[in-house]
């Protein structure tokens, strides 16, 4: 197996997360502006609300972007677990071997041991005989050949006589058939345990063989268990610098939605002095008004205060006329239901269904579907949104009408409402005018 090694440039990680904290530093020591005296000047906070949008995105940029490097690493953590998993079992079943390995050394040795106590008994026997056979041979030549001439004399008949040497010559045939019996069952002995003795040598070879191969296994296993424990190391490190950044966006959120409420606050006395804007005449319009105020009519889904709103907050902000047309249109709609993927004002639409079918209306030809719209136009900032703009969210559309406000095709649950601008957080502002 090839020794692995981090091919993380960890010194990359370190600088971009060293480059992260300076940053979060001047981000999260800045002091929370608020503004106490409600007569504030509207350019001013619009010029800060876009600065702080230009802050939100950038930390969000940089949050995208320790997201990525924390998922690269669980990628590469998560390949190293893998090569550990695999190189467990690889260990595992090199064990199995060597347990099979040893019980067959041991039964070897058993073996020896018994083949050398045969090779003894035969040695034993064999010498037992060989001592038989020499006295049986010394008793014969001190007796002398003649006793054997006499037993063949002393024969009665030819028959006997044939008896008895065929006798004397077996004699001779046993000590020698005993004699080499024995000495093949030596020889016979001692070449099985030089044989099992060779298999024990081979044997203990293999297992050193394998008990190797496990101490190079359990190396690279340690190796690669640092190289996981680095690569946790760096995760927890980008996951605290993403908490920050999180922080930071959290807090210029925050930050944004004070100074629309400054803004908010501000306009109700510009609002109640502007002159009542007539909406008669919309076509397929289902809301009333009441003065300045806009509802949903008495046949709109929904109803309350996200229903309704004051036409000078389109009327006061800057902007075409073009384009506080098209938000005038758009709020006679308020109430009606959200249909996934509908295209009626009346019956119900979705979000970017909406936007497209009040934009229609002027001749205005933007495509259905968020995800389209959020790059058609073209891209401006807060500070230069203007009624009839296209608020992009991440998956979600609406229209700004001004002041801080958009109506959108919310959901299912809530249909076509007013809410503030900032009630998520936007990716982008989209100009089609």
Do not use: W
Not at 31 to 55: F, G, I, S
Not at 69 to 81: A, F, I, Y
Not at 179 to 187: A, G, R, V
Not at 353 to 371: E, Q, R, W
């Amino acid at each position: 197996m090839k020794k692995r090694t981090v091919k993380t440039t960890k010194k990359n990680i370190v600088r971009i997360l060293t480059a992260v904290s300076a940053a979060l530093v001047l981000v999260l020591s800045a002091p929370m502006v608020v503004l106490a005296d409600p007569a504030v000047n509207e350019e001013e906070v619009k010029k800060k609300e876009a600065q702080a949008q230009k802050e939100i995105q950038e930390n969000q940029r940089k949050l995208n972007e320790i997201n990525a490097q924390m998922g690269n690493l669980k990628n590469k953590q998560g390949e190293v677990q893998n090569e550990i998993t695999a190189l467990s079992i690889e260990i595992s079943n090199l064990m199995s071997d060597i347990d099979i390995l040893e019980a067959d050394i041991n039964a070897t040795e058993d073996s020896i041991v018994q083949a050398k106590a045969d090779l003894e008994e035969a040695i034993r026997r064999e010498h037992d005989q060989y001592e038989a056979t020499k006295t049986r041979i010394r008793c014969m030549y001190e007796q002398g050949e003649e006793n054997y001439f006499t037993l063949l004399l002393a024969a009665g008949s030819f028959g006997e006589f044939l008896a008895n040497a065929e006798y004397i010559e077996k004699v001779y045939e046993y000590d020698n058939k005993l004699l080499e019996d024995y000495q093949q069952t030596k020889q016979d002995v001692q070449n099985l345990k030089a044989e099992l003795e060779e298999q024990e040598l081979e044997l203990q070879a293999q297992k050193d063989d394998l008990l190797n191969e496990k101490a190079s296994l359990d190396r690279n296993m340690s190796e690669l268990r640092a190289t996981s424990a680095d690569y946790e190391q760096q995760i927890q490190q980008a996951r605290a610098e993403a908490n920050k950044y999180t922080a930071a966006i959290k807090q210029q959120n925050n930050l944004v939605k004070q100074l629309e409420k400054q803004l908010e606050n501000q306009k109700k006395a510009a609002v109640a002095a502007a002159q009542p804007v007539d909406i008669t005449g919309a076509v397929g319009g289902t809301a009333v008004m009441t003065g300045n105020i806009v509802s949903a009519g008495p046949n709109a889904k929904f109803h309350g205060a996200q229903y309704q709103v004051d036409v000078g907050v389109i009327t006061s902000a800057n902007g075409s006329q073009k384009g506080k047309d098209i938000c005038m249109y758009a709020i006679q709609f308020l109430g009606n239901p959200y249909k996934h993927a509908g295209r009626s004002l009346i019956t119900g639409t979705d979000c970017s269904g909406f936007t497209s079918l009040v934009y229609a209306h002027f001749g205005i030809n933007i495509s259905p579907g968020s995800d389209y719209q959020s790059k058609q136009g073209r891209s401006i900032s807060y500070a230069e949104a203007e009624p009839g703009d296209v608020v992009v969210y991440p998956g979600h559309v609406a229209l700004y009408l001004g002041n801080g406000k958009v109506i959108h095709a919310s959901s299912t649950a809530t249909g076509i409402k007013i809410s503030n601008i900032n009630y998520r957080s936007f990716t982008d502002i989209r100009r089609m005018l």
